[in-house]
């Protein structure tokens, strides 16, 4: 494994079943997220993860949880999907969750990507 | 709310120099980022800016004003690789990325 890798590569659902998007990377980064990327929107960011064993959620989190069992792996599940929840899926890690100003802020690295189709 | 504008599409000629410009309107600025997205993939990082000024990167430049809440993308030389879509960032009060829409970028021959 070299980065960061996502399964599927893409989904098609059915609304209300339960779905897991994997997401692993190999490059011991603390910082994860999910974003959720939609045509004519920016990257939304759905939940993250600062480091292994804790999680937040992001501006869009409603249907979504995660988990951070350990540094490599952070799953993102929906539990019921619906229709508008069609969308592409990225991960992304990054070695630190931000520093001041001025500073190396570091830079988040992306997976690539699960296309899902909820019908 | 947080806001970030940037041109939906811009069309440049191979060999060309275009600019693409982003505004925004976030609690707090700890940093802007450029990202490069060819159809189908994942973002790639291309440039950070967090002070004023111009940084380069080969034929890629990205300019930052914190006090005008501004930002370009300057690609020079341009080629057909350079057909993507360019999503501007910036890091928030709390660290979190704030994303545009992005710039889908058509490079005609």
């Known amino acids: 494994i070299a980065g960061i890798t996502q399964a599927p590569t893409s989904q098609i659902l059915a609304a209300g079943r339960r779905m897991t998007l994997r997401c692993t990377q190999d490059m011991r980064h603390n910082a994860m997220y999910w974003y959720r990327q939609d045509l004519g929107l920016g990257l939304r960011l759905i939940h993250y993860s600062n480091t292994a064993g804790t999680t937040g959620k992001g501006e869009v989190p409603d249907g979504y949880s995660v988990s951070r069992a350990n540094t490599d792996d952070f799953p993102l599940t929906l539990a019921s999907a619906v229709p508008s929840q069609t969308s592409v899926y990225f991960c992304?890690?990054?070695?630190?969750?931000?520093?001041?100003?001025?500073?190396?802020?570091?830079?988040?690295?992306f997976g690539p990507g699960t296309r899902l189709t909820v019908l | 709310g947080q806001n970030i504008d940037q041109p939906t599409e811009m069309t440049a000629t191979e060999g060309a120099i275009v600019q693409i410009n982003c505004t925004y309107q976030?609690?707090?600025?700890?940093?802007l980022f450029w990202y490069q997205q060819h159809a189908g993939e994942a973002p790639t990082f291309l440039s950070y800016?967090?002070l004023d000024g111009l940084e380069e990167k080969g034929r890629f430049s990205s300019f930052l004003s914190r006090s005008k809440g501004y930002s370009y993308l300057l690609l020079k030389e341009l080629q057909m690789k350079d057909s993507a879509s360019y999503l501007c960032?910036?890091?928030?009060?709390?660290?979190?990325?704030?994303w545009g829409a992005g710039t889908k970028l058509i490079i005609k021959p």
């Open positions: 960032a910036v890091f928030d009060s709390n660290y979190q990325l704030i």
């Open positions: 976030t609690s707090g600025f700890n940093g």
């Open positions: 992304a890690s990054s070695d630190e969750s931000g520093t001041s100003g001025g500073n190396t802020i570091d830079t988040q690295y």
């Open positions: 800016n967090v």
